[in-house]
Each structure stands twice: as C-alpha cells, then as structure tokens.
C-alpha cells in the first residue's frame, strides 16, 4: 500500500550512476597484461615437461579460440573479437 509520504519520497529520490573509480584500462589491456604476466609459468612449465606442457597449451589455446569463435559467430551473430585476449587466458 503506498501512502502520500511515499509517493513525496519517490519524488525527491534521484537514481543515477555510482560513483566508482574509472581508469582508462580497458578490458582487452588487462587480459593482454594478464596473459604477459603468465610468460614466466609457460616458461617454467615448458622447462620442467617438455613437450607435454606444449602439447596442453597449444590445444588449450586452440579449444578456447576455436570455441569462443564459433560462439560469437553462431549463437550471438556478432564479430568475433579474439584481439582482446580472454580466449588465449582462458
């Protein structure tokens, strides 16, 4: 039941944007920043199994890239956007 002082209140309330902190990072940057940062542990993984290690990351890379393209393509009927990242750090 929503009474006359409710009906003011609603009035004086004004709803807009929180007021977060906003930086010019973007998205694709991070997960390319990310993606850098995890050189290091391909290195050392490459390093301690070989051939194995890169048999794993190059079919990972392959199936998320595959996969996160067909996606778009198909079921959003959008561009695919692989330039920014997320398919090659999932």
């Not at 940057?29 to 199994?49: D, S, T």
Request: glycine share 4%; aromatic share 12%; net charge positive.
């Amino acid at each position: 039941m929503i009474t006359d002082n409710h009906a003011a209140v609603a009035k004086r309330l004004m709803v807009t944007s929180s007021p977060h902190i906003h930086s010019g990072l973007t998205t694709a940057r991070v997960m390319w920043e990310v993606n850098i940062a995890l050189i290091p542990l391909l290195a050392m993984a490459i390093y301690n199994f070989r051939f194995y290690a890169l048999t794993v990351i190059f079919a990972s890379i392959a199936g998320a890239c595959i996969a996160e393209f067909a996606i778009q393509k198909f079921f959003f009927k959008t561009k695919p956007a692989l330039a920014d990242g997320s398919a090659l750090l999932t």
